[in-house]
């Protein structure tokens, strides 16, 4: 018996040990978490932190951040503002986050786990009193996160819906849903989010889409440059009576030794415009041994760019610098695929594109055009050309006759752009840019050691076809 009372004694010791400490350390935590999150916001280009408070209880803990957008788009909504509002004023969001610490946490629907936090995030006063869609509610997005007792964790999230109608414009949004993983060390994590409508009309024109989900597996979050898995997927994607049905585009991007590779397969089921309907098209590609280190400082550039902080000119020179770096471990880009199913049949394409590393420089311009290696292969129905041709044509005519005040009908300006694209087809054949093979059309480009040849015929070096 006196051990057994000992034994429960010492029992409920730790007990009351665990319960005073396991807030504290469970506060830590989250703590914790919410520093490696501030500080990764704050390595956003585009974005500064205005302001941070973060009060610690014994149970739980509050904060709240003021983010302010910075660089050209923010110029331009504080433009916007100004011009229509008659207040400049930036964008700036505003983060509160409400912390319950372990190990239970308030709100976690019991669930175990170190913390549970619920986010809110709301435009800034000024904003939300000027812009319509936030007259009423200022809330941008609400969140809830999880975070384990080994530091990962977990954030559902939701933006609610808009529909906002002006003179000349319009906005209808469905809102956004997600969720977001993040690994204990901060680094890898999981992204999906997906909406079902989103439309935007403005002098007229309706773009819309609807269906939209993303999925993407980060395998580093902080990286310059992301790699992982990624998939968009979209039910359809639309302008006015032009619509786009069933795409997918699945991504992969990888780095091995200094390198960086990416691979893109991306599907259409169909297109309509103008009741002529598209299916299946489909382009499946790679781009391969791009230096890493190379393609962050492209990466940083743009960034740099963005925000103002250089110009096109300077951007222009220090890429040009970059070329070497990029060129050097013979970079090579491959389209397996481009196939379109068109109602006068199908056309195909693939390429391949390297270069033996040598680089332009200042003395020799020319130099990656001499290492330059492509292999591009065509396989077409005439017709299919043919219309391809007639729609470039009759648009060229149309915008033609527009500038000289001239009309004609529909019927005169259809059989002129048919009459014009003939020409121009059987020009393509007799000048050998494509071969004939029954009712089909193929060309075989290839350019090698400087020189090009379009379906084995010598049309000289690269450099030659280049000048003015």
């Not at 580093?220 to 786009?244: P, R």
Request: proline fraction near 4%.
């Amino acid at each position: 018996m006196k051990r057994l009372l000992i034994g429960c004694g010492l029992a409920a010791v730790v007990v009351a040990v665990g319960l005073g400490a396991g807030p504290v350390w469970t506060g830590a935590v989250a703590e914790r978490h919410h520093a490696r999150a501030l500080e990764a916001l704050e390595g956003e280009a585009q974005v500064r932190v205005r302001s941070s408070e973060y009060d610690r209880g014994f149970f739980g803990a509050t904060s709240r951040v003021e983010v302010e957008f910075i660089g050209p788009v923010a110029d331009e909504f504080a433009s916007f503002m100004e011009w229509e509002f008659g207040v400049r004023q930036a964008p700036v969001l505003v983060f509160h986050d409400r912390i319950s610490h372990g190990p239970i946490p308030s709100g976690s629907g019991g669930v175990p786990g170190a913390a549970f936090v619920a986010s809110r995030v709301e435009v800034a006063e000024q904003i939300g009193e000027s812009l319509p869609m936030f007259a009423d509610d200022p809330t941008v997005m609400t969140a809830e996160t999880r975070v384990g007792f080994d530091g990962a964790s977990r954030t559902t999230f939701a933006t609610p819906g808009w529909d906002v109608e002006g003179d000349d414009a319009a906005f209808s949004f469905s809102g956004l849903n997600g969720t977001f993983r993040m690994d204990a060390d901060m680094v890898g994590g999981e992204i999906d989010m997906n909406f079902d409508r989103l439309a935007v009309t403005e002098l007229g024109t309706t773009w819309s889409a609807q269906g939209v989900r993303f999925h993407s597996e980060p395998e580093d979050l902080g990286a310059v440059v992301w790699t992982g898995d990624s998939v968009l997927e979209i039910d359809t994607v639309g302008v006015d009576d032009a619509e786009i049905e069933g795409v997918r585009v699945a991504s992969w991007a990888g780095i091995d030794d200094g390198a960086f590779d990416i691979t893109l397969d991306a599907t259409m089921h169909a297109m309509v415009a103008d009741g002529y309907r598209i299916e299946e098209s489909r382009l499946k590609a790679a781009l391969y041994r791009i230096d890493q280190e190379a393609l962050e400082q492209v990466v940083e550039l743009t960034d740099q760019l963005e925000m103002g902080h250089i110009d096109d000119y300077t951007m222009g020179m220090r890429l040009f610098a970059l070329l070497p770096q990029l060129l050097e471990r013979e970079p090579e880009l491959v389209i397996e695929e481009l196939s379109v199913a068109m109602p006068e049949g199908p056309v195909q394409a693939s390429a391949r594109v390297t270069w033996d590393g040598r680089a332009p420089s200042l003395e020799n311009p020319l130099a990656a055009v001499d290492g330059l290696f492509a292999e591009v292969q065509v396989n077409a129905s005439r017709e299919a050309v043919h219309r391809s041709v007639r729609a470039y044509v009759r648009q060229d005519l149309a915008s033609d006759m527009l500038m000289r005040g001239q009309s004609l009908s529909e019927e005169a300006v259809d059989e002129r752009a048919n009459q014009l694209a003939s020409e121009r087809v059987n020009e393509m054949v007799s000048g050998g840019l494509f071969q004939l093979d029954g009712q089909d059309l193929q060309g075989h480009v290839l350019i090698e050691d400087g020189l090009v040849l379009v379906n084995g015929k010598n049309y000289g070096p690269v450099w030659g076809l280049l000048a003015p």
